[in-house]
């Protein structure tokens, strides 16, 4: 099946946001104190601590999975798309490339690679239509919300 250049260079933009987002979260919560100085026993000092670092860790996660994971995702795919022609096929080469690619530092860069993998196999799945640019452009309100959530956080909470 041929997809369009453009229709794959959208997808993986929104597959990006969705990444930069989801990473974000989820990398802040299993490690809200980066530096390790403190030791968070409640639930309530880990979710602060978690949401206070949110906008740290989408600042240097951000460019890194919108640039190299954008680039390294579409090379992943075009190579599995000129490698196998079957769907199973497709996928398991598509996962062993993202994580070969997601292992640059190791177990932050893998998660985010694997998220980005999930991602974009899901919106390939689900979403038949056609992407336009507006869709796009309104994927990425969802990093910029979280972002700007943090940050009005930790101006109210100090």
Not at 4 to 9: A, I, S
Not at 15 to 24: D, H, N, P, Q, R
Request: aromatic content about 12%.
């Amino acid at each position: 099946m041929y997809i369009p250049f453009r229709q794959l260079l959208l997808r993986k933009i929104i597959s990006a946001g969705i990444t930069t987002f989801l990473f974000s979260i989820i990398y802040a919560w299993l490690e809200p104190d980066p530096f390790g100085a403190r030791s968070i026993h409640s639930i309530s000092a880990h979710s602060h601590e978690a949401f206070r670092i949110i906008n740290v860790y989408m600042l240097y996660a951000a460019p890194a999975i919108y640039i190299y994971g954008t680039a390294t995702s579409m090379a992943s795919e075009l190579i599995t798309r000129s490698v196998a022609h079957r769907q199973w096929l497709r996928l398991t080469i598509s996962t062993l490339l993202h994580c070969g690619f997601g292992l640059i530092l190791l177990r932050i860069s893998l998660l985010a690679a694997l998220i980005f993998l999930i991602s974009d196999i899901i919106i390939a799945l689900n979403y038949k239509q056609p992407l336009t640019l507006k869709i796009t452009l309104a994927s990425l309100i969802l990093p910029i919300c979280l972002w700007l959530a943090s940050v009005a956080y930790i101006n109210m909470t100090g």
